[in-house]
T-cell receptor, first 113, second 116 residues
Framework: AQRVTQPEKLLSVFKGAPVELKCNYSYSGSPELFWYVQYSRQRLQLLLRHISRESIKGFTADLNKGETSFHLKKPFAQEEDSAMYYCALSGHAGGTSYGKLTFGQGTILTVHP | ETGVTQSPTHLIKTRGQQVTLRCSSQ?????VSWYQQALGQGPQFIFQYYREEENGRGNFPPRFSGLQFPNYSSELNVNALELDDSALYLC???????????????FGPGTRLTVL
């Protein structure tokens, strides 16, 4: 079974402080991990995925298979980072990527000025 | 290029009724997934349609059914509505991934269903 856990529902930091949003997963195969973000009054959108190993808006996330974690980090938070963040997992079915995403419950990040 | 659109934006139904929600996929996308998002929860996968056939389903009862049309738009039908069906229903579209690659899912704004 696939499961994604985000232990913090709420996270508050001050502008310029480092931020880390935690995500742990459970999956027996080789998962693909993602972070999705939802800004106020906007639709859910992809922030980054572990395969691309890129930094988006200063955010990075490293897949740690030993700890089954995929924490999202940013060294200096900005006010515009305030949003709902979801960690998600996609499992493979056969040889192709399978579209089912399993989401965590989400973490509301608030960055104070 | 237009994004994913959903209709209606909101609707209110009573217990036992049936509802149909609609989704137009993004141009060039042939796969549509539906998700249910209850208040305070992350989205939960309902099912996925590819080339007009269901090819993946989450843990939802048969009264949740769907259709995909030749133009790749999709419907979600829910029969015998229950109070717990009150939620935001999200549609997401993507191009079916090539072997070994992932194509991003693009989400619509959602339909807010309230069951009284």
């Amino acid at each position: 079974a696939q499961r994604v856990t985000q232990p913090e529902k709420l996270l508050s930091v001050f502008k310029g402080a480092p931020v880390e949003l935690k995500c742990n997963y459970s999956y027996s195969g080789s998962p693909e991990l993602f972070w999705y973000v939802q800004y106020s009054r906007q639709r859910l959108q992809l922030l980054l995925r572990h395969i691309s190993r890129e930094s988006i808006k200063g955010f990075t996330a490293d897949l740690n298979k030993g700890e089954t974690s995929f924490h999202l980090k940013k060294p200096f938070a900005q006010e515009e980072d305030s949003a709902m963040y979801y960690c998600a997992l996609s499992g493979h079915a056969g040889g192709t990527s399978y579209g089912k995403l399993t989401f965590g419950q989400g973490t509301i990040l608030t960055v104070h000025p | 290029e237009t994004g994913v659109t959903q209709s209606p934006t909101h609707l209110i139904k009573t217990r036992g009724q049936q509802v149909t929600l609609r989704c137009s996929s993004q141009s060039g996308h042939n796969t549509v997934s539906w998700y249910q998002q209850a208040l305070g929860q992350g989205p939960q996968f309902i099912f996925q349609y590819y080339r007009e056939e269901e090819n993946g389903r989450g843990n939802f009862p048969p009264r949740f059914s769907g259709l995909q049309f030749p133009n790749y738009s999709s419907e979600l039908n829910v029969n015998a509505l229950e109070l717990d069906d009150s939620a935001l229903y999200l549609c997401a579209s993507r191009s079916e991934a090539r072997l070994g690659s992932y194509n991003e899912q693009f989400f619509g704004p959602g339909t807010r269903l309230t069951v009284l």
